[in-house]
């Protein structure tokens, strides 16, 4: 028998430096989550250091000439964190404040988030410490494909497949695949997802996240007697996720009463014109200065009046500091990591119902999925049939994590992980060692 506590194991096998489980930050966040859910896998407890250590970290130098003649480095990363299941999958970020501890996370969070809903992928993620608005747009074009060559030798249709993330979009992502066909001789479509339509991109892959949230936010609401129609709802960051979701609830007869970005915090009890905001937003860069409602504090923004709060941005935002002014009964994790252990915790014991970003935001790669199989058929399925299927895996993975989280009366984190981290180690033991 295995103790399935992992002190042992860990001091048997002290891990190196930079993955010290002490380190606050990203994937100190992750390998504490690993840690609440290392006593429910049985048997598998045994594989469980597989999980923290990330298979295969690639740091690369992305050298650019800037347009004014200089020569600027910039610092890159492709993080592998497990393949047992299949190629490497996740996004690649672009972001002033990307580090190797942040990346080392949201490759584990794909790996965990790609076994919950099933999809034959393992976990992986890129990003490059950059603030893209600060660039032009050849800039922009000349470090992704600086990047993607650089990472060339991991990445692949049937190795480890790109998509975008924070500041990343169907352009980035044709300039990739547009270079690693180029370096490899063959168009290879199947190379990143997320692409424009007219490169193989697939419909609703856009919307596809901030679907998914919304899915999963409408089975938790039936599931706990929560009406959605009149329903306040609170959103931080209204691009691609964010928004998506916002207009889905309004949609859907909820209102969305506050919403924050990294230009302010705007507020409207009565409900925002949530068209009007997504055109403020295409036309300004954030919802900053938006005409239909009133300006808020940043501070006061976690705790206003609300039903469902969606934080839809960036990792850490809910924190032991502001997780006890949260008002929401359910929180519905568009962005990846965006909650503290500490914090979770917190809205536990005050009954908030946390639904996870490994299950609520895993519809973005689920339809990059479909847009790697449609590549790989060159069949391409309509928008009905994608947004169906959809809909129909994040309800069946909900259900199951929900009777998990029942069944061992933990919190639906902890059952999205039971659930992925067997399938993982379960994949891994049936493969074994070798060499
Ligand atoms: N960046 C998205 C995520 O965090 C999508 C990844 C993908 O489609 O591979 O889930």
Redesign the pocket.
Known sequence: MHSPATSASSAAHPLPSYLNPHELGPWGQYLQQVDRVTPYLGSLARWVETLKRPKRILVVDVPIEMDDGRIAHFEGYRVQHNLSRGPG???VRFHQDVTLSEVMALSAW?SV?NAAVNVPYGGAKGGIRVDPKKLSRGELERLTRRYTSEIGLLIGPSKD?P???VNTNGQVMAWMMDTYSMNTGATATGVV??KPVDLGGSLGRVEA?GRGVFTVGMEAAKLTGLAVQGARVAVQGFGNVGGTAGKLFADAGAKIVAVQDHTGSIHNAAGLDVAALLDHVGNTGGVGGFAGATAMDNGDFWGVDCDILIPAALEGQITKDNAGKIKAKMVIEGA?GPTTPEADDILNDKGVLVLPDVIA?AG??TV?YFEWVQDFSSFFWTEDEINARLVRIMQEAFAGVWQVAQENKVSLRTATFIVACKRILHAREMRGLYP
Do not use: C
Request: net charge positive.
């Open positions: 999958k996740g996004g794909m988030k497949i998509a975008p993330d997802t997320g996240t990846n935001n973005g790669v990059s």
